[in-house]
């Protein structure tokens, strides 16, 4: 079984290779291992106390960072080295002060994995919610390292699971402590003989709620809101953007801040052109630019979204017409009725908060107008489910306490 393992780590990097000078994403994963371990033997200390996280891309950092913040504040004696397998997570933090050294992962064949771990030597070693690198594991647990996962979730269709499943099985004996998000990960572990299992949470509870508190003051937002109600979309793509162009040609009084998951500039001029009541780009305004003659402004600018979710009265969450939703907490923790398209089964936030009555799933131009009209008139209504969604973000905090007190036995 790891002969096939190593050969297809092997045969994605070369495949990486032969499509990184037309591909932007294969050329910056390939580009940022280019003599990686003789960068990261150069940068970091011999025997440093070292905490190391890895999170495969932007959404598992985001994840791992209240744990990683956690860290820094209440146990400044252990350096912190973050990696990350994907560019568009390590691309976007590589320069997150937050941790003392920043990489990219190098690719788990067994030499590479034997030089990053004699490399690094860590204390403790943090896996965000999956990614089970053989080797790397393998490696850990023969170094006799404390290596734990956090906000994991496994489902029964998961390799774990399979009859060829055995040697991800047994990697999972490296790990001291795995911390799962909901009961029924506790209960599949029990299935395999793993009892070393904690019910913690989703990080991501104590993450949104860090940053409501941190949320910035936009004068730009504000006066184009003005003293009208705010229709906040994030991470919008095609199919989400028809919708809610239908919605807001219904709706001229109500203002739109439409943030597309990509900045492609076709997907922007279309917009521009669809909407009646006017559209702006947030990178075309400045203080003397006038907005009151704009329904709906496009933000077409990165690190801004969760900020603006603290102007709106209603929120939508885009990518349920493709893989899946994005990040509905964001929107949560302000206390927003919020609407998505319908891939949303893999997410357990967006499950819960349908059941509560806190969000609500459409597939159509019509299902977003039938949701959104009586939160629309009934103002009572709007409040009602903007608690139920604030409450539900406050109850599911306190993830990242319950692993500190078990990473340093509390």
Same mark, same amino acid.
């Given at each position: 079984m790891m002969w096939i393992y190593n050969t297809g780590l092997r045969l994605y990097r070369f495949l990486v290779?032969?499509?990184?000078?037309?591909?932007?994403?294969?050329?910056k994963w390939r580009a940022g291992r280019k003599k990686l371990l003789k960068r990261m033997a150069a940068t970091i200390a011999p025997g440093e106390p070292i905490v190391w996280?890895?999170?495969?891309?932007?959404?598992?950092?985001?994840?791992?960072?209240?744990?990683?913040?956690? %860290?820094?504040?209440?146990?400044?004696?252990?350096? =912190?080295?973050?990696?990350? /397998?994907?560019?568009?997570?390590?691309?976007?933090?590589k320069n997150y002060p937050g941790a003392d050294y920043i990489f990219y992962l190098p690719i788990d064949t067994p030499n590479n994995a034997r030089c990053f771990l004699e490399i690094v030597k860590p204390e403790i070693a943090i896996f965000v919610k999956y990614e089970y690198w053989l080797n790397l594991l393998s490696g %850990?647990?023969?170094?006799?390292?404390?290596?734990? =996962?956090?906000?994991?979730? /496994?489902?029964?269709?998961?390799?774990?699971f399979k009859w060829y499943g055995w040697r991800w099985r047994r990697a999972l004996k490296a790990f001291e402590t795995l911390f799962v998000q909901n009961a029924e990960s506790k209960e599949l572990l029990a299935e395999?003989?793993?009892?070393?299992?904690?019910?913690a949470g989703d990080t991501r509870f104590d993450r949104v709620a860090d940053i409501a508190k941190a949320a910035k003051k936009i004068d730009l937002v504000e006066r184009f809101k003005g003293t009208s109600s705010l229709f906040v979309a994030g991470s919008t793509w095609g199919p989400d953007e028809e919708l809610l162009v239908e919605l807001m040609n219904q709706y001229p009084e109500i203002k739109f801040v439409v943030a597309p998951h990509e900045m492609e500039r076709p997907r922007i001029e279309k917009l521009l052109s669809a909407c009646r009541g006017g559209a702006i780009c947030y990178t075309q305004c400045n203080e003397r630019t006038r907005l009151d003659n704009c329904q709906l402004l496009i933000l077409d600018t990165m690190g801004m979204l969760s900020s603006v979710y603290g102007y709106a009265d209603w929120a939508y969450i885009g990518g349920g017409f493709g893989v899946g939703i994005h990040n509905t907490l964001e929107a949560a923790t302000f206390g927003l009725p919020i609407a998505f398209g319908p891939n949303y089964q893999k997410f357990k936030e967006a499950r819960d908060m349908i059941a509560l009555g806190a969000a609500t799933s459409i597939a159509s131009a019509e299902e977003l107008q039938a949701w959104f009209a009586p939160l629309h008139k009934n103002e009572e209504e709007r409040l009602r489910v903007a608690r139920i969604a604030k409450e539900y973000t406050l109850q599911n905090q306190g993830a990242t306490q319950t692993i500190l007190r078990t990473l340093f036995k509390e």
């Amino acid at each position: 079984m790891m002969w096939i393992y190593n050969t297809g780590l092997r045969l994605y990097r070369f495949l990486v290779a032969a499509i990184s000078p037309w591909h932007e994403k294969a050329h910056k994963w390939r580009a940022g291992r280019k003599k990686l371990l003789k960068r990261m033997a150069a940068t970091i200390a011999p025997g440093e106390p070292i905490v190391w996280i890895h999170a495969s891309s932007l959404g598992e950092f985001e994840q791992g960072r209240p744990i990683i913040e956690a %860290l820094r504040r209440e146990h400044p004696e252990y350096k =912190i080295l973050l990696t990350f /397998f994907s560019p568009s997570g390590y691309e976007i933090r590589k320069n997150y002060p937050g941790a003392d050294y920043i990489f990219y992962l190098p690719i788990d064949t067994p030499n590479n994995a034997r030089c990053f771990l004699e490399i690094v030597k860590p204390e403790i070693a943090i896996f965000v919610k999956y990614e089970y690198w053989l080797n790397l594991l393998s490696g %850990l647990e023969k170094m006799q390292t404390r290596t734990f =996962i956090v906000s994991a979730i /496994f489902r029964r269709n998961s390799i774990f699971f399979k009859w060829y499943g055995w040697r991800w099985r047994r990697a999972l004996k490296a790990f001291e402590t795995l911390f799962v998000q909901n009961a029924e990960s506790k209960e599949l572990l029990a299935e395999l003989g793993f009892h070393n299992v904690v019910v913690a949470g989703d990080t991501r509870f104590d993450r949104v709620a860090d940053i409501a508190k941190a949320a910035k003051k936009i004068d730009l937002v504000e006066r184009f809101k003005g003293t009208s109600s705010l229709f906040v979309a994030g991470s919008t793509w095609g199919p989400d953007e028809e919708l809610l162009v239908e919605l807001m040609n219904q709706y001229p009084e109500i203002k739109f801040v439409v943030a597309p998951h990509e900045m492609e500039r076709p997907r922007i001029e279309k917009l521009l052109s669809a909407c009646r009541g006017g559209a702006i780009c947030y990178t075309q305004c400045n203080e003397r630019t006038r907005l009151d003659n704009c329904q709906l402004l496009i933000l077409d600018t990165m690190g801004m979204l969760s900020s603006v979710y603290g102007y709106a009265d209603w929120a939508y969450i885009g990518g349920g017409f493709g893989v899946g939703i994005h990040n509905t907490l964001e929107a949560a923790t302000f206390g927003l009725p919020i609407a998505f398209g319908p891939n949303y089964q893999k997410f357990k936030e967006a499950r819960d908060m349908i059941a509560l009555g806190a969000a609500t799933s459409i597939a159509s131009a019509e299902e977003l107008q039938a949701w959104f009209a009586p939160l629309h008139k009934n103002e009572e209504e709007r409040l009602r489910v903007a608690r139920i969604a604030k409450e539900y973000t406050l109850q599911n905090q306190g993830a990242t306490q319950t692993i500190l007190r078990t990473l340093f036995k509390e």
